[in-house]
């Protein structure tokens, strides 16, 4: 390693390497510890030069230079695999105390797996992963005649567009409908009172008697 570079041996240190050069990926320090402990695991350590750019170094002293997208790519695929080496071991396991200490393993190494996933999604290979699934979704809705949710027109988008062309109509229709309208045709209603009530009630209680 030349004396220009700096490791990254903590948490701290590796969520401001991500600030500082201004990554898409929000880091928080959980997820930071989780990436340098399955590094830490595999006798690999990160470094950054004055110019932001990354290194990891393996125990055999060889630098290769990555990208935080693809640390975070590579330790997925790490706890993937030490997931399922995990599993496989559960089941060849026969004692107690063994079984115990693999759900242990397994329980740990899921929980990791949510807070790496949180940050996947932020890297151009997450990004990509939604796109595909997306465009995949959209093409198997198209093939069943379905229409994504986010593309139907909500009720106030609906009411909203009517009441422009009621707008729009009744300005051009108005003279029109006022010329069609005269005071022949406008009947006011009575106004029926208690009263009136009443005496047609009296009136024919009095006709019911007479019969």
Known sequence: MRDDKVEIDSATGLVTFCKSVNSPVKMNKKCAEVILANYASRDITLHTDKEGHLYETGIDGQE???????????????????????KQALKRADDYIGKCRLNSQIEKLEKEAR???????????GRNVEKLADRIAKDVMEQLNLVPVYDVPFYEDNKRDADEMVIANSSDEKDEAEQDISDSQIVASEIVTREDIQVDYTQKMETKGAR
């Open 64 to 86: 290769v230079s990555t990208t935080i997208d693809d640390v975070i790519d590579e330790v997925c695929e790490w706890n993937y695999e030490d997931i399922e080496a995990a």
């Open 115 to 125: 807070s790496l996933n949180y940050i996947f999604y932020q890297t151009k290979y």
